[in-house]
Structure formats: structure tokens, C-alpha cells
């Protein structure tokens, strides 16, 4: 039974924020190096193909100057493929990219993107850079990652997070069905999107995922509490949740 449940902290908000004035502050690199101290395993964050957050100067600054694994979020386009290889990051994870979307809407359709996936995934994984896919929990769309040989998935949690009631149970259902599917079909096993020291703790009770990709609800936290605290007081709800859960399924 797996223990651990690693934490990637999404730092394209504090982006938006710098954005927001064209200038330099706050700055995403500095928040990604409090998010390490503040005991993040890895740093996430998305270069969109219209640039609204993270910059290519950004990307170059995290790779240089963090040492934990970062994961790219990326488009499947041709101008994102460069980038990533040009940086070879630990992790590159594909996403559908809309111009019009406020945020990533949905996952990855990767049954119908097949084709065009294909040799993304070949030219990231054969430049060292582990291929997730961002997929709705849906088996159809898992087995068609582990054809397309991708390694990891990354489950959409964005539909369990908005709804309630017996819709946010069936949500939940679905995410724990897709994360067993996962561990038997080979594939690691990683969620995000929208998640909330609330909407976590079902997340984080299930055992076959390994890694949880947060950002908005972390860095929205901070304008209260400051970035440390949020993150340090996501970190021991993950941690606690899965050492509970672990606990009791052993025998
Ligand atoms: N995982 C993926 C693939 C995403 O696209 C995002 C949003 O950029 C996240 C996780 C983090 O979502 P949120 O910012 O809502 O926590």
C-alpha cells in the first residue's frame, strides 16, 4: 500500500497577480522556492499558448533555480514541444488549451487526440521528460494513455470539486474507480484542479494516487494567511488523511 502523497504546488496565479501591472512583483520564482521551504515535492505551472500568466522567462528561471522536479503543463502544439524540450523538465503534462477558457475546462480527450498525441508523447519521453496526460476519470480515456505509452495520468478533479450533494458523490466515484483502474493498468496516478483543504480529503484518502496538483485555492489562501501557511496547512491535511486511510486498510 502506498504511503506517501506528494504535493505540486501550481504557482501560475501569483502570475496573474504580477501580471496584473506588468511588472515584477510578486514573483512566481520566489513563491516557488517559499513553496519547497514550505514542503511542496514539486512545482507546477502552465505556459498557456497566450502567455495570461506564466512567462518563457519564467520557465527559464524555474528551471535554473529550483531543485525539485517542475512539471510543465503544456499544450499538445508544436511551439510548447520546443519549449519543453529546449528546458527538458522533469515533467511535462498535456492539457487542452482553449484561448476563450478562464482556467482548464475538462480533460484531455486523448481517445480522439490519439494521432496528434502520439508523437508528443514519443518526442517528450524519448528527451527524458515524463509524459502525464490531464484526463476526465474516465477508463476509456486511461487505456488510451497507456496505448499511446504515456506514463502517468493526471485526473481532472475540477467536476467532483464544483458540485454537491449526489452529484459531488458520483463525481467522487468516478475518481476512485478511474485511480484504481490506473494502478492495474500500470499508469501512476496523479489528480488536481480546484482543490480545497475541504474538497481534498476525499481525494486524499485514495490510496493509488501519488501526487496532487494545486494552485488557485492556495494561492487565494495566502492573501489571508500568508503562502507558507496555506501550503504548510495543506500539506499536513494530505498527509494526515493518507496516513489514516493507509491505517485503515492494513491489516
Ligand atoms: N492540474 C492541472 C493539469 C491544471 O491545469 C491545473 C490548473 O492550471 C491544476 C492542476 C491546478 O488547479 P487549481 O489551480 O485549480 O488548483
Redesign the pocket.
Request: charged fraction near 25%; glycine fraction near 8%; include cysteine.
Given at each position: 500500500m502506498k504511503r506517501t502523497l506528494r504535493l505540486?504546488v501550481?504557482i501560475?496565479?501569483v502570475a496573474t497577480i504580477r501580471n496584473a501591472r506588468d511588472g515584477r512583483h510578486p514573483d512566481p520564482v520566489r513563491a516557488a522556492k517559499l513553496a519547497v521551504g514550505a514542503g511542496a515535492d514539486g512545482i507546477?505551472a502552465?505556459l498557456r499558448e497566450d502567455r495570461r500568466h506564466i512567462s518563457d522567462h519564467d520557465i527559464t528561471r524555474l528551471s535554473e533555480e529550483i531543485d525539485v522536479p517542475l512539471n510543465l503543463?503544456m499544450a499538445a502544439t508544436q511551439e510548447m514541444l520546443d519549449i519543453a524540450l529546449r528546458h527538458r523538465p522533469h515533467a511535462a503534462?498535456i492539457?487542452p488549451e482553449k484561448r476563450q477558457e478562464r482556467?482548464?475546462e475538462g480533460g484531455l480527450d486523448v481517445v480522439a487526440g490519439r494521432a496528434h498525441l502520439a508523437p508528443f508523447v514519443d518526442a517528450l519521453s524519448a528527451a527524458g521528460i515524463r509524459v502525464s496526460f490531464?484526463v476526465e476519470p474516465d477508463l476509456v480515456q486511461l487505456d488510451a494513455a497507456v496505448e499511446l505509452g504515456a506514463p502517468v495520468v493526471?485526473l481532472?478533479t475540477?467536476a467532483y470539486?464544483e458540485a454537491d450533494g449526489g452529484a459531488r458523490e458520483r463525481e467522487l466515484a468516478r475518481i476512485v474507480e478511474a485511480a484504481a483502474h490506473a494502478e492495474t493498468v500500470g499508469l501512476e496516478c496523479?489528480a488536481?484542479?480546484?482543490?480545497s483543504y475541504e474538497s481534498v480529503v476525499p481525494i486524499a484518502a485514495i490510496p493509488t494516487i501519488v501526487e496532487l496538483?494545486?494552485?488557485?485555492?492556495?494561492?487565494g489562501e495566502a492573501i489571508f494567511g500568508g503562502l507558507e501557511s496555506s501550503i504548510k496547512r495543506m500539506r499536513a491535511l494530505m498527509d494526515r488523511t493518507r496516513a489514516e486511510a493507509v491505517g485503515a486498510h492494513s491489516p
Amino acid at each position: 500500500m502506498k504511503r506517501t502523497l506528494r504535493l505540486g504546488v501550481n504557482i501560475d496565479h501569483v502570475a496573474t497577480i504580477r501580471n496584473a501591472r506588468d511588472g515584477r512583483h510578486p514573483d512566481p520564482v520566489r513563491a516557488a522556492k517559499l513553496a519547497v521551504g514550505a514542503g511542496a515535492d514539486g512545482i507546477t505551472a502552465h505556459l498557456r499558448e497566450d502567455r495570461r500568466h506564466i512567462s518563457d522567462h519564467d520557465i527559464t528561471r524555474l528551471s535554473e533555480e529550483i531543485d525539485v522536479p517542475l512539471n510543465l503543463e503544456m499544450a499538445a502544439t508544436q511551439e510548447m514541444l520546443d519549449i519543453a524540450l529546449r528546458h527538458r523538465p522533469h515533467a511535462a503534462c498535456i492539457v487542452p488549451e482553449k484561448r476563450q477558457e478562464r482556467t482548464t475546462e475538462g480533460g484531455l480527450d486523448v481517445v480522439a487526440g490519439r494521432a496528434h498525441l502520439a508523437p508528443f508523447v514519443d518526442a517528450l519521453s524519448a528527451a527524458g521528460i515524463r509524459v502525464s496526460f490531464f484526463v476526465e476519470p474516465d477508463l476509456v480515456q486511461l487505456d488510451a494513455a497507456v496505448e499511446l505509452g504515456a506514463p502517468v495520468v493526471e485526473l481532472h478533479t475540477g467536476a467532483y470539486c464544483e458540485a454537491d450533494g449526489g452529484a459531488r458523490e458520483r463525481e467522487l466515484a468516478r475518481i476512485v474507480e478511474a485511480a484504481a483502474h490506473a494502478e492495474t493498468v500500470g499508469l501512476e496516478c496523479h489528480a488536481g484542479h480546484g482543490l480545497s483543504y475541504e474538497s481534498v480529503v476525499p481525494i486524499a484518502a485514495i490510496p493509488t494516487i501519488v501526487e496532487l496538483n494545486i494552485g488557485h485555492f492556495l494561492i487565494g489562501e495566502a492573501i489571508f494567511g500568508g503562502l507558507e501557511s496555506s501550503i504548510k496547512r495543506m500539506r499536513a491535511l494530505m498527509d494526515r488523511t493518507r496516513a489514516e486511510a493507509v491505517g485503515a486498510h492494513s491489516p
